[in-house]
């Protein structure tokens, strides 16, 4: 069956580092990955998309790699902040079929200052 | 513009009640996207609409469950009857694309007694 997987052990880190978190998924051909965040109470937020043929996305601190080969994503925060801390989901399209976006659980991230 | 808006925020309501929520998109956008959060199963899709078109219902969980979208600016979910698994977080979001990102809703909590 079709699975995406994030670590679903809070990562923690401290102010100033960078922060990597992981999605892995299964039986998926996706044409392209996003990255959500969402903070207690609220609803997620888009921070970035990244297709099937790029390899890296930048914005500002923050950078995904997508890895067709290895099923993975990575999702980097530089120089993070207390303020970063938030749960982060990375979500699945696939062009075939009508299916819509396909989210992980997400994975929380903690930035002690 | 004022983003998606949903209503209620909170609904506490006993087994066996029907439940209505509401969703207001983003003026302009052809997609709406209904969505349910619970911590052992994450962020679920349960239908989806297309300029007001159902497209895509199979994530609903039962016939318990229905969702109507009478004009572009306006969307509902129904539960009826409600039971206490059906608690969680219920969002919607919009979009201006199936494939673009996804504008979310605060979300409705619902705690069914």
């Known amino acids: 069956s079709q699975k995406i997987e994030q670590n679903s052990e809070a990562l923690n880190i401290q102010e100033g580092k960078t922060a990597t978190l992981t999605c892995n998924y299964t039986?998926?051909?996706?044409?392209?990955l996003q990255w959500y965040r969402q903070d207690p109470g609220r609803g997620p937020v888009f921070l970035l998309l990244i297709r099937e043929n790029e390899k890296e996305k930048r914005k500002e601190r923050l950078k995904v790699t997508f890895d067709t080969t290895l099923k993975q994503s990575l999702f980097h925060i530089t120089a993070s902040q207390p303020a970063d801390s938030a749960t982060y989901l990375c979500a699945l399209y696939m062009d075939t079929g009508r299916r819509a976006l396909t989210f992980g659980s997400g994975t929380r991230l903690q930035v002690q200052p | 513009d004022a983003g998606v808006i949903q209503s209620p925020r909170h609904e506490v309501t006993e087994m066996g009640q029907e439940v209505t929520l509401r969703c207001k998109p983003i003026?302009?956008?052809?997609?709406l996207f209904w969505y349910r959060q619970t911590m052992m199963r994450g962020l679920e899709l349960l239908i989806y609409f297309n300029n007001n078109v159902p497209i895509d219902d199979s994530g609903m969980p039962e016939d318990r469950f229905s969702a109507k979208m009478p004009n572009a600016s306006f969307s509902t979910l129904k539960i009826q009857p409600s039971e206490p698994r059906d608690s969680a977080v219920y969002f919607c979001a919009s979009s201006g694309r199936r494939t673009g990102e996804l504008f979310f809703g605060e979300g409705s909590r619902l705690t069914v007694l």
């Open positions: 003026s302009g956008h052809d997609y």
């Open positions: 039986n998926y051909s996706p044409a392209y």
